[in-house]
């Protein structure tokens, strides 16, 4: 079954200080992987779409990383701010079909403090 | 305006009522979507329209209905709903249909069902 699977469900953390989030995924083919940034009260924005050639991709303080091994992939936010505090989506798309098929996961909650 | 925009932002009504969504998008794009946020739960994909076709209804209730007058609008109409669809409706829109296409998201409508 194709499922995409985030950890932490919630985090908080004081301004200035990292953080990693984790995905992994048993989506199956595996197409490409993409973190989205949903802040309070608005739409998704995409951070960074990686393939499964891709190791790792910066977006300025985003970093993300994939593991198509292991089916895994985490998000690390350096010297956090107050605006990162937001819902962090994992999105996996597979080559089940002419269109593809995008999995949603349930988001990390990302707190940051002042 | 520039993006995506959706109207209502917040949509209240009664199980018998009819009321529709709003969605449009000045990006020059050509597939539009429909998606559902519930809380806790990852994004389901209700609606795909491409070049003003539908092409995938992911087995939504019929008492979801929606339109696609040309490429830059979108609509949700929506009749006798139940309490359970209460939640954030959001549409996005890409380019083209394809896996490594950008899905530009609009900013949703918050429904609640009485």
């Known amino acids: 079954k194709n499922q995409v699977e985030q950890s932490p469900q919630s985090l908080i953390i004081l301004e200035g200080k990292n953080c990693t989030l984790q995905?992994?995924?048993?989506?199956?083919?595996?197409?490409?992987l993409r973190w989205y940034k949903q802040d309070t009260g608005r739409g998704p924005v995409s951070l960074t779409i990686m393939t499964f050639s891709e190791n790792t991709k910066s977006n300025g303080r985003y970093t993300a990383t994939l593991d198509a091994d292991t089916k895994q992939s985490s998000l690390h936010i350096t010297a956090s701010q107050l605006s990162d505090s937001a819902s962090y989506i994992c999105?996996?798309?597979?080559?089940?079909?002419?269109?593809?098929?995008?999995?949603f996961g349930r988001g990390t909650q990302l707190t940051v403090w002042p | 305006e520039t993006g995506v925009t959706q109207t209502p932002r917040h949509l209240v009504m009664g199980m018998t009522n009819k009321k529709s969504l709003k969605c449009e998008q000045h990006?020059?794009?050509?597939?539009m979507y429909w998606y559902k946020q519930s809380a806790k739960k990852p994004l389901e994909l209700m609606f795909v329209?491409?070049?003003?076709?539908?092409?995938e209804n992911n087995s939504v209730p019929s008492r979801f209905s929606p339109e696609c007058p040309n490429s830059s609008h979108l609509f949700l109409h929506l009749h006798t709903l139940q309490p359970e669809d209460s939640a954030l409706y959001l549409c996005?829109?890409?380019?083209?249909?394809?896996?490594?296409?950008?899905?530009?998201f609009g900013p949703g409508t918050r429904l609640l069902v009485l």
């Open positions: 329209y491409n070049f003003k076709e539908q092409t």
């Open positions: 999105v996996v798309s597979n080559r089940g079909s002419t269109l593809g098929r995008l999995y």
């Open positions: 995905c992994n995924y048993t989506v199956s083919p595996f197409s490409n």
């Open positions: 996005a829109s890409s380019q083209d249909i394809g896996l490594q296409e950008t899905q530009y």
């Open positions: 990006l020059g794009h050509n597939a």
